[in-house]
């Protein structure tokens, strides 16, 4: 009886103890539930890996953007406004304008045709400048110095030449005049030529236009030179001393006239 009540009594410490024992493991997990080991906890701080931020990237205002990829995630139509606004002027194409056509000025038919203006003037002065001739059959001439006609035109009959004591025909008339006085041009004319003979001293061939032209000899100190036009009465030249074959004569102007190499009579010209 005695042993059987020990057994008991082992058999319930026993449980007591296995109860103890369980509380206690129950008792020791809360704990370690509640209240980590510093040991791991600093573990897990060592190996906890920091998170790192990609760097931002200014950017460049002269820069030209480049065109997105797929990885961006962009839309096509984000995409394309995208490059509208970051466009260059010089990557913007512009519309060709279209060309106007060619303004032609309009045609006159049938313009009317202006004549030119003769700015000749009526009267040739003495120089180069070309004017224009004409005189004609019906115009007369002045005077180239005023006197009386010593020796009178004749072709058809012969005259008396009172220094050469004989008889012959006459091409031109003499004017009695006194050496140095101004000899003027009877007419407009263009100074054909200057020359000297023996017979009528120096003299000038004037050109009257129309085939007429004057030979006025016995001339000292001219005033125009060969191809110079002349207005009638512009002073030409002057009276000269006689030559040998007028010494009885005395001072005088020799005056030949002609028309188309035919000599004709002053005297039916002169005024």
Request: charged share 25%; with cysteine; hydrophobic share 30%.
């Amino acid at each position: 009886m005695r042993k059987q009540n020990t057994w008991r009594t082992l058999i319930i410490g026993g449980i007591a103890a296995v109860s103890v024992a369980a509380a206690f493991i129950v008792w020791s997990g809360n704990r370690t539930q509640e209240k980590p080991d510093p040991g791991l906890e600093s573990s897990d701080q060592q190996l906890e890996i920091p998170e790192t931020k990609e760097p931002v990237l200014e950017k460049d205002p002269n820069t030209v953007p480049t065109k997105p990829t797929q990885s961006e995630k962009e839309t096509k139509e984000e995409v394309q406004d995208r490059w509208e606004v970051d466009a260059t002027p010089e990557e913007t194409e512009s519309p060709e304008k279209e060309e106007e056509p060619e303004k032609l000025p309009p045609v006159i038919q049938n313009p009317p045709v202006s004549e030119p203006k003769d700015e000749t003037p009526n009267v040739p002065v003495v120089g180069t400048q070309i004017h224009s001739l004409n005189f004609a059959e019906g115009q007369t001439l002045g005077w180239p110095v005023k006197g009386n006609v010593i020796q009178y035109y004749s072709m058809d009959s012969t005259v008396y030449f009172p220094t050469l004591e004989q008889y012959k025909c006459s091409p031109a008339i003499q004017i009695q005049s006194e050496a140095g006085t101004p000899v003027t041009a009877p007419a407009d004319a263009k100074v054909a030529g200057l020359g000297e003979d023996a017979k009528i001293g120096r003299y000038i061939e004037l050109e009257l236009g129309n085939g007429y032209g004057m030979i006025i000899g016995q001339l000292t100190d001219l005033q125009v030179s060969e191809g110079d036009y002349v207005a009638r009465g512009t002073q030409i030249a002057s009276v000269a001393a006689p030559t040998r074959y007028y010494v009885v004569e005395g001072d005088n102007l020799y005056v030949q006239m002609y028309c188309k190499e035919n000599t004709i009579d002053p005297l039916d010209y002169l005024e």
